[in-house]
């Protein structure tokens, strides 16, 4: 299991953050007024910015395959 984030339940005000193990590394609560966290900052950061980053490799080769195909069907 890769780390992740995810909601707790369709419409909770918390995201939990979780290991490669299944975990529950961090939580962030948006139930108040101002934004929380609860956990392991360092784990935390590590997890969201992976899995930030994947999703943003993810969406570039979408992009890329997509005006490559749209060049390619111009020629």
């Known amino acids: ?3 992740s984030c995810q909601l707790k339940t369709p419409k909770d005000s918390k995201i ?14 948006f139930s108040n007024s101002f934004l929380a966290f609860e956990g392991n900052a360092e784990q935390s950061a590590i997890a969201f910015m992976q899995l ?24």
Not at 52 to 75: I, T
């Open 16 to 29: 939990s953050l979780v290991n490669k193990d299944g975990d529950e590394i961090g939580v962030l609560d």
């Open 1 to 3: 299991m890769n780390p």
């Open 52 to 75: 930030v980053g994947n999703e943003f490799q993810h969406r570039l080769r979408q992009e890329y395959s997509k005006g490559y195909r749209a060049g390619k069907a111009s020629k």
